[in-house]
């Protein structure tokens, strides 16, 4: 009789224990990033920024995992499964490139884990479930560049673009608006990512006659097609798309790139702004904090993408602690559906209302349209 009072007791002490480490269980976040290969120029900046996330949330230790997918979207989907299978984590943020992010998303669905990607994926209604964004949809700023070609007389654009998801979630939304606005977009070429050359590419452009092309590519990538449109004999506009907001862009560019215009977040040129815009204070706030720690002159919008990934979770964590503790199934739930139900988040990108059918959340105070300016990005007023 003792001996099974003994051993009910241990059993009671057992189950105390165990709930009170769970209790008191740490957030596990897994980010795979393209800190190397093709999309570095995004990556290197989303990998500095995690040293900038707070270590608690809620009163909850938060331990951050970081992989590198080399901009590679197999290991990108191999990083997700172990970040998932070995390290437990309770949710995922990444990757830098929309194919690894597609990679990601498919480990995020089989294994019902939430995935806040900062690479702006497009995905069927039946793989949307656990996977949010925190860049803005290409349509909404592929709608600010066409108002702009509109109001400036573009009659014909020409599109040059990534050989893959990026550039194919581009042309899917940009021509579609074009021809509503009365601009003819039928002069369409494809490039990859590590291509070394697009002269074939640029010759049938410039001989097409169009009154501006749009460079669908990221990072220094997208000075290539720029430079070689030139190289041509090409005198019309260039348009870049926010994949393209990087300083590394204008520094390898130079002269060549002076006059692009592209559409960005408002953290790229918070200074910039009214002191009535929501975003403005924490744009100021994070570039100040990431040049401290790497240098003027480093910042990067593709780095505030990561934080606004780490500012949506930070708004999700109290929530889903209500019903759930974390590493549990149970907490990857909730923390989806308060993922979810995200509202007025204040962002460095924008400000953030997720629904059921929109994971990515923000309107028009997320986009600004620049020019590159005398080295820099200048912010445009009134489509001029």
Same mark, same amino acid.
Do not use: W
């Given at each position: 009789m003792k001996l099974t009072r003994k051993l009910a007791s241990l059993a009671v002490a057992g189950t105390l224990a165990s709930f009170s480490l769970a209790a008191h269980a740490d957030i596990n976040v897994g980010i795979s990033l393209s800190s190397t290969g093709p999309a570095a120029a995004l990556g290197v900046p989303e990998r500095n920024t995690v040293p900038l996330f707070p270590s608690e949330i809620a009163g909850q &230790? +938060?331990?951050y995992i970081?992989?590198? =997918?080399a901009t590679d979207a197999s290991q990108a989907g191999k990083n997700a499964r172990k970040l998932v299978t070995e390290d437990k984590v309770d949710i995922l943020f990444g990757s830098s490139a929309t194919p690894t992010s597609v990679a990601m998303a498919e480990i995020a669905n089989e294994y019902q884990v939430p995935q806040i990607a900062? @690479?702006?994926?497009?995905?069927?209604?039946? &793989?949307d479930k656990w996977v949010f964004r925190s860049p803005q949809h290409v349509r909404l700023m592929a709608g600010a560049l066409v108002d702009h070609m509109k109001a400036n007389g573009v009659k014909r654009l020409g599109f040059i673009g990534y050989a893959d998801a990026y550039g194919e979630i581009w042309l899917k939304e940009t021509k579609p608006l074009a021809e509503a606005a009365g601009i003819k977009? #039928? =002069?369409? #070429?494809?490039?990859?990512?590590?291509?070394?050359?697009?002269? !074939?590419q640029a010759v049938k452009l410039v %001989? %097409? &006659?169009?009154? %501006? /092309?749009?460079?669908?590519? *990221?990072?220094?990538?997208?000075?290539?097609?720029? +430079?070689?449109?030139? #190289?041509?004999?090409?005198?019309g506009q260039i348009y870049q798309t926010h994949g393209t907001a990087t300083k590394e862009? /204008?520094?390898?560019? !130079? &002269?060549?790139? #002076?006059g692009t215009i592209l559409p960005v977040g408002p953290v790229v040129v918070a200074s910039q702004l009214p002191d009535s815009h929501p975003s403005k204070q924490a744009g100021i706030d994070y570039t100040r904090r990431y040049e401290e720690k790497?240098? @003027?002159? *480093?910042? *990067?919008s593709f780095g505030a993408q990561i934080y606004d990934a780490y500012l949506l979770l930070e708004a999700a964590v109290p929530v889903a602690l209500k019903s759930a503790k974390p590493g549990t199934q149970e907490f990857r739930a909730a923390l989806r559906d308060a993922l979810e139900q995200s509202k007025e988040v204040v962002g460095l990108h924008g400000v953030f209302n997720m629904t059921p059918t929109d994971h990515f959340g923000h309107d028009e105070r997320a986009r600004m349209l620049i020019r590159v300016e005398n080295g820099d990005w200048k912010l445009i007023s009134d489509n001029k």
């Open positions: &230790k +938060v331990n970081v992989l590198d =997918d900062v @690479a702006p994926l497009d995905l069927p209604a039946d &793989k977009m #039928e =002069d369409v #070429e494809r490039f990859n990512r590590n291509d070394t050359s697009v002269t !074939g %001989a %097409a &006659k169009p009154d %501006a /092309i749009l460079v669908v590519a *990221s990072g220094t990538p997208s000075v290539l097609p720029q +430079v070689t449109l030139q #190289e041509r004999g090409f005198k862009f /204008i520094r390898v560019g !130079g &002269k060549a790139v #002076e790497y240098g @003027a002159g *480093s910042f *990067s």
